[in-house]
T-cell receptor
Framework: AQSVTQLGSHVSVSEGALVLLRCNYS??????LFWYVQYPNQGLQLLLK??????LVKGINGFEAEFKKSETSFHLTKPSAHMSDAAEYFC?????????????FGSGTRLLVRP | GAVVSQHPSWVICKSGTSVKIECRSL??????MFWYRQFPKQSLMLMAT?????????EQGVEKDKFLINHASLTLSTLTVTSAHPEDSSFYIC??????????????FGEGSRLTVL
């Protein structure tokens, strides 16, 4: 069964510093990979996704993620954190063989941005 | 962009009553919708997959008689929490997979519905 692990339930960075949120998946066949952001009491907004092709994926709000098959990872980065980036971030996977598009979410990482 | 609307966004009910939450795709058709529940400071747990015109597929451990799902049209799925109890208090989020226009194949999330059972 698909599973996804996010290391670090909380990450704290200073404004302007690099943001790195970690995500690892466990499946023999690389799944589709997603990063979502959630603000308090709101639904989820897609930041970026990897399905095929270029392994470095650029998303909205300056975020990007790199798919590394050898490391079964899909870490999310942003060169310079902004106060508005403070939110909960979820990595998610979807089985390529499952046409239903069902997503399995990681436990989430709360990003705190210090002024 | 494509929008998924959930209603109500907040609901408070008494223990033992039933509550219905609607998930509507506003500008695209969706034959498949998903229902998730999220406890405070936790991740989203998939409850069920809702398919238009057929029975929902529930994840292991989710009581289908407790959480009734109806997907009667290509733009609407409903989740009814029957005989709600305080432990059902949670944030319920739906997502819809587009099957028309530029939304085809894409997944969109609703804003969520917070249920509080007293």
């Amino acid at each position: 069964a698909q599973s996804v692990t996010q290391l670090g339930s909380h990450v704290s960075v200073s404004e302007g510093a690099l943001v790195l949120l970690r995500c690892n998946y466990s499946s023999s066949v690389p799944p589709y990979l997603f990063w979502y952001v959630q603000y308090p009491n709101q639904g989820l907004q897609l930041l970026l996704k990897y399905t095929t092709g270029a392994t470095l994926v650029k998303g909205i709000n300056g975020f990007e993620a790199e798919f590394k098959k050898s490391e079964t990872s899909f870490h999310l980065t942003k060169p310079s954190a902004h106060m508005s980036d403070a939110a909960e971030y979820f990595c998610a996977v979807s089985d390529r063989k499952d046409s239903s598009y069902k997503l399995i979410f990681g436990s989430g990482t709360r990003l705190l941005v210090r002024p | 962009g494509a929008v998924v609307s959930q209603h109500p966004s907040w609901v408070i009910c008494k223990s033992g009553t039933s509550v219905k939450i609607e998930c509507r795709s506003l500008d695209f058709q969706a034959t498949t919708m998903f229902w998730y529940r999220q406890f405070p400071k936790q991740s989203l747990m998939l409850m069920a997959t809702s398919n238009e015109g057929s029975k929902a597929t529930y994840e292991q451990g989710v009581e289908k008689d407790k959480f009734l799902i109806n997907h009667a049209s290509l733009t609407l799925s409903t989740l009814t929490v029957t005989s709600a109890h305080p432990e059902d208090s949670s944030f319920y989020i739906c997502s819809a997979r587009g099957t028309s226009g530029r939304a085809t194949g894409e997944l969109f999330f609703g804003e969520g519905s917070r249920l509080t059972v007293l």
